[in-house]
């Protein structure tokens, strides 16, 4: 199993940017992806994530409103398109997922063993 995002940055507050993660080495449209992150000094959390089929999506309230998971199975790519982003995302973010995962809310990534190098996303105020 190989997770590698992508499309991290560096931009201005109230600018956008959009994350890619690329899958191989499993059934990919079998698996549930989530996007996690992780600013210095603070715990890592959930961000995002989306069911295999596409068809669930949960995004933590920070968030809301602002970014939007897809994915497209033909390709083996989930996106976060992230939109007004603010100081406070700053953070490296990481795509993970496991056989036993799911979409639901509430859950930092805890035990999942797959994950894919992150990506810095830095916010400039």
């Known amino acids: 199993v190989q997770l590698q995002a992508s499309g991290g940055g560096l931009v201005q507050a109230g600018g956008s940017l959009r994350l890619s993660c690329a899958a191989s080495g499993f059934d990919f449209d079998n698996y549930a992806i989530g996007w996690f992150r992780q600013a210095p000094g603070r715990e890592r959390e959930g961000v995002s994530c989306i069911s295999s089929s596409g068809d669930v999506t949960y995004s933590t309230d920070s968030v809301k409103g602002r970014f939007t998971i897809s994915r497209d199975n033909a390709k083996n790519t989930v996106f976060l398109q992230m939109n007004s982003l603010k100081s406070e995302d700053t953070a490296v973010y990481y795509c993970?997922?496991?056989?036993?995962?799911?979409?639901?809310?509430?859950?930092?990534?805890?035990?999942?063993?797959?994950w894919g190098k992150g990506t810095q996303v830095t916010v400039s105020s």
């Open positions: 993970a997922t496991d056989t036993w995962y799911r979409c639901v809310p509430n859950t930092v990534g805890v035990g999942m063993d797959y």
